[in-house]
């Protein structure tokens, strides 16, 4: 390992990377890293179906609210794993840790399979969340980090959107494993851990041929290591393409200093950019809380109030999972097109307008069971999108050198603002439809708040490099980049 700390240097490597076409190498980078969200779909959609099935006596006999409270169990392993991992990321590099927290991931996924009561199941589910949360950190940092500038919105979007693809997957596994015709109540729950377990492994080994992030490298006094990587991919996409690459434009000089501490971040978030945090804490924890609330408990819903069987719950994630995938990924361009100001609050607001048009007439008895699935397919479509890009606000705003701590920050603030909701949707549906009716208003109306904080607010971030919308810490002044 070199290092040119405390000696300026002046690179292209940012430059270098946002001219890069779009290539097979990118495909890989996307495939590789993406993935992480497709295993917290497939983990969130294989409790939230088997959150019935859990309550029966084969199984673990849990109440429906401890069905909701092993829910936020993982998210607040969540929270956990954001914090710690995140100062980790910051300070060791990206590859490093985007491997760990997979590796943690796979470890606590088995050992849910083997729990024996429900202290247990919510350790283990603890384990899980503090995994995925550290994933969050590393993977958003590395994937913004490599993705060319006009690219980086409609893929970041498409890839958080793949947690749908997870979820429908999920959805599939549980109707073969949790069939009672198949396999006993009390093995069927225990293989779907174990299934999940099994994709993980193949993550792994992908993972192994992705580059440390050239710009963490550069920002951290490695300049000398990230132009080799950058040169590596230079080569690679040249070869994907057939074509001559165009000579990049511009230059920055950096300074490398000291790592970033917990003090460097609060001193950015709230001294040099209070608005952009105010932003993201309004986006992050409305998003959150609606969809913590209703992604983990609406198989409760629909078991209670539609008479869906424990075993066909996973079917009817489907309908919920593609409205959720194809808003992203349809609506995604948008975002780089239109702009990030009009989409997000677009986006919000109209969530929020249909979730809470579907309580109403939830209440009102005026829902058949297929048009409840298609309000709510209908109403995520346009959420996913906004979540989406909620995500990729708060990864794409700050300073390279305490990004993976800022998306931590806005992520544990969010999750810590929801972690309640699961519980607290789970006691509605036992109560009355009247009280579901109640929580999905105050769903729809955090989301609402943060299409008008979005209007406020916003930045206008579309098709801008990283270095313009935060300079680095490590460049001495803005003009130099």
Request: glycine share 10%.
């Amino acid at each position: 390992m070199t290092s040119d700390e405390g000696i300026p240097i002046t690179t292209a490597v940012p430059q270098r990377l946002d001219r890069l076409p779009w290539s097979r190498w990118h495909w890989r980078i996307v495939g590789a890293l993406g993935v992480t969200w497709l295993l917290d779909g497939l983990e969130v959609s294989i409790v939230a179906a088997l959150g019935p099935m859990l309550t029966h006596p084969d199984t673990l006999h849990l109440t429906h609210s401890e069905v909701g409270l092993t829910a936020s169990a993982y998210l607040a392993g969540s929270v956990a794993g954001a914090l710690l991992f995140s100062y980790l990321t910051d300070r060791q590099g990206r590859k490093k840790w985007f491997m760990i927290t997979l590796a943690l991931y796979l470890t606590a996924t088995v050992l849910t399979a083997l729990s024996w009561d429900l202290m247990s199941f919510m350790f283990f589910r603890f384990l899980t969340g503090a995994g995925i949360g550290g994933e969050y950190a590393a993977i958003n940092s590395a994937i913004d980090e490599l993705i060319p500038a006009r690219n980086r919105g409609h893929t970041d979007l498409a890839i958080n959107g793949t947690w749908w693809l997870g979820s429908a997957a999920g959805a599939l596994l549980t109707l073969l494993l949790l069939n009672p015709a198949m396999f006993p109540e009390s093995v069927g729950w225990r293989l779907c851990f174990v299934f999940g377990a099994v994709l993980g492994v193949a993550i792994i080994i992908v993972r192994g041929v992705i580059p440390e992030s050239p710009r963490w490298l550069m920002t951290h006094g490695r300049v000398s290591e990230a132009e080799v990587i950058v040169s590596q991919i230079e080569q690679q996409v040249v070869q994907d393409r057939g074509t001559a690459l165009r000579e990049p434009h511009g230059t920055m000089t950096v300074h490398p200093q000291p790592h970033a501490t917990i003090m460097t971040v609060a001193q950015e978030l709230f001294q040099s950019y209070p608005r952009r945090t105010v932003l993201g804490i309004g986006l992050m924890v409305t998003q959150s809380f609606m969809y913590n609330a209703i992604s983990f408990t609406y198989p409760l819903l629909l078991t209670t109030y539609y008479a869906v069987t424990s075993s066909d719950v996973g079917l009817y994630l489907l309908p919920f999972a593609a409205g959720n995938f194809l808003g992203p990924l349809l609506l995604g361009r948008l975002f780089d097109t239109v702009g990030r100001k009009v989409m997000i609050s677009f986006t919000y607001g109209i969530a929020g307008v249909l979730l809470s048009v579907t309580g109403y007439l939830f209440w009102m008895n005026a829902l058949t069971l297929s048009t409840q699935m298609l309000l709510w397919s209908l109403m995520f479509f346009f959420a996913s999108a906004g979540a989406s890009a909620a995500y990729l606000t708060v990864s794409e705003i700050f300073p390279m050198e305490i990004r993976a701590m800022a998306i931590a920050f806005f992520f544990i603030v969010a999750q810590g603002a929801g972690i309640a909701a699961p519980w607290l949707y789970g006691m509605m549906i036992e109560t009355s439809a009247a009280s579901v009716f109640y929580g999905y208003l105050l769903g729809g109306g955090m989301m609402l708040l943060g299409a008008v904080l979005e209007l406020w607010l916003g930045v206008k971030a579309e098709g801008q490099a990283l270095e313009h919308l935060a300079p680095p810490l490590s460049v001495r002044t803005p003009g130099s980049v």
